[in-house]
Nanobody, 121 residues
Framework: QVQLVESGGGLVQAGGSLRLSCSAS????????MGWYRQGPGKQRELVAR???????NYADSVKGRFTISGDNAKKSVYLQMDSLTPEDTAVYYC???????????????WGQGTQVTVSS
């Protein structure tokens, strides 16, 4: 059973910063990528940032230059440094791991429980 635990959300004023952390536990044979998604009020879940096993990254256009993803697939951890936050960044942020628990198994998306980020104007 793979579990992802997030931390670091909270309330911050516009222009402020937050750092999210996510750590995975359980049996994981191979990780394709780890990353962060978010779902704002009345919106669909969207990709924020993702880091692949070769350390390549991709970001949503709306966060480029403000957010930085980092982590270590070997340690099953991923972080999201969020700077210059705006009220539009208010959402529940979910940690994601795309991997397989055993050799030969299909790759699967695993999700954390989510952490609330609220940016006040």
């Amino acid at each position: 059973q793979v579990q992802l635990v997030e931390s670091g959300g909270g309330l911050v004023q516009a222009g402020g910063s937050l750092r999210l952390s996510c750590s995975a536990s359980g049996s994981i044979f191979s990780i394709n990528s780890m990353g962060w998604y978010r779902q704002g009020p009345g919106k669909q879940r969207e990709l924020v940032a993702r880091m692949s096993g070769d350390s390549s990254t991709n970001y949503a256009d709306s966060v480029k230059g403000r957010f930085t993803i980092s982590g270590d697939n070997a340690k099953k951890s991923v972080y999201l440094q969020m700077d210059s936050l705006t009220p539009e960044d208010t959402a529940v942020y979910y940690c994601n791991l795309y991997g397989t628990p055993y050799p030969g198994n299909y790759f699967t998306n695993y999700w954390g429980q989510g952490t609330q980020v609220t940016v006040s104007s």
